[in-house]
């Protein structure tokens, strides 16, 4: 797994984010082998025991929390005025890019993928990327007994979060955080061309129309495309949903991957078929986004996908709308997802509980506007979303009210 350091180009994170992307469409011809849907399973393992420090009796209990090191001021805000309420917790930051083992190489941290385990055998308690996989589920403590609670709001967490934490029975997290991904489109291109702006609801079908028309070829070279993919991974994990299709075999225990029935292989085509037939967007980049952002970046893109946080930036630069993504017989909108996590390890699971729910209540995503935190009530407390235009408010909420389906696929990536 990857994370980004600060100043860092996020528009690539939800590809380093996934561990594998695009596999086997082999029955599809000759002009598949660059169109991949990966998985790598592994098996659940039980977690080693927390590295907790130890206190004297009588002393205030102490929970460790592993936070990024850009992120540790506000969190540490947060302790203190926890601390204020609950004196017989005292709450421990330490650096999470430590702990999970990341190294520094460029401007990327990198890591070996095993990050959540290391954060469980560090601290009792962490915030982290929600990109779990199933090796890492039994380093982390069932959070069922807390949450069943009728004093703790579940049906505060936005559509979907909650159930992203839930495996085999158990919930292993709390929300933290979302980026909902959406479709970005150049008004003043849409208005030259006399194109009706996208609106929720809208079809594969409908961008094709749009994008054909948007499109410019000059010379034979494409100067500006219709449509540009700049979260091919969340692309592709939502569209066989948007379609219909599974893409595991939920009657197996564990699920297993069906990656190769002719049903996902017609998916892989109609995406595949964007760039080879109609050709209103360029082949995907993987592993890199140096094309999309040269192409989105200099104005040569009608449409584009990207997360939500990039909208003042893309505004900055053009009249820009935008809309959620589009639908054939669902909606599915693919989202990034950060989340407060205990080890499965802690000696102190009472009170990691009392700390993690304090987060969840009263945590503030740092970033700028774009990101919510997991919580409704929270994210309807934010400016920037108090800001939002009647027109784009109702994209945000069809686009959160629809998520992409958590389930097997993301625990595996």
């Not at 598949?32 to 399973?41: F, K, M, R």
């Not at 907790?52 to 506000?74: I, K, M």
């Not at 999470?96 to 601290?123: F, H, K």
Request: hydrophobic share 40%; glycine share 8%.
């Amino acid at each position: 797994m990857y994370c980004n350091p600060p100043g860092y180009d996020r528009r690539n994170r939800e590809k380093i984010m996934s561990h594998t992307l695009l596999q086997a469409a082999a029955r599809l011809g000759k002009h598949t082998i660059w169109l991949l849907l990966a998985l790598s399973l592994c098996t659940c393992a039980p977690g080693p025991a927390a590295n907790h420090p130890s206190v004297p009796s009588g002393n205030p209990v102490v929970v460790t929390f592993a936070c990024l090191d850009h992120e540790r001021a506000g969190y540490q805000e947060l302790a203190d005025d926890f601390q204020d309420a609950n004196p017989d917790v005292r709450v421990q930051l330490i650096s999470a890019n430590e702990a999970s083992g990341m190294q520094q190489q460029g401007g990327t941290l990198t890591s070996d993928g095993s990050e959540v385990q290391r954060l469980a055998a560090a601290a009792d308690t962490f915030a982290w990327y929600a990109s779990l996989r199933a090796a890492d589920w039994g380093y982390l403590l069932d959070l069922e007994p807390f949450i069943h609670d009728p004093s703790f709001p579940s049906d505060d967490f936005f559509p979907g979060t909650l159930a992203h934490f839930q495996w085999h029975g158990g919930t292993f997290g709390l929300p933290a955080r979302l980026l909902p991904y959406l479709v970005f489109y150049d008004r003043a291109m849409f208005d030259a061309a006399g194109i009706p702006y996208p609106e929720p609801g809208w079809t594969w079908d409908e961008l094709i129309a749009a994008a054909s028309q948007l499109t410019q070829v000059e010379d034979g070279v494409v100067t500006r495309y219709g449509f540009v993919d700049g979260t091919p991974a969340g692309t592709l994990l939502a569209l066989p949903q948007q379609y219909g299709v599974a893409l595991w075999d939920e009657d197996a225990d564990p699920p297993r991957p069906s990656f190769d029935t002719p049903q996902v292989a017609e998916v892989v085509q109609r995406y595949a078929d964007l760039a080879r037939v109609y050709g209103v967007m360029p082949e995907p980049e993987i592993g890199s986004n140096l094309l999309t952002s040269q192409l989105i970046d200099g104005g040569r893109a009608a449409m584009w996908t990207d997360m939500s946080f990039e909208h003042d930036r893309h505004a900055a630069r053009t009249r820009v709308g935008v809309a959620p993504f589009p639908e054939a017989v669902a909606a599915a909108n693919p989202r990034s997802l950060y989340g407060f996590f205990i080890s499965a390890g802690t000696t102190h699971p009472d009170a990691a509980w009392r700390w993690l729910s304090y987060l969840s209540a009263n945590y503030q995503p740092p970033s700028p506007s774009g990101t919510l935190p997991g919580r409704r009530s929270i994210g309807e407390e934010l400016s920037w979303w108090r800001r939002l235009d009647k027109e784009t408010r109702a994209v945000y909420e069809y686009a959160l009210a629809h998520p992409a389906v958590s389930g097997p696929i993301d625990t595996m990536l």
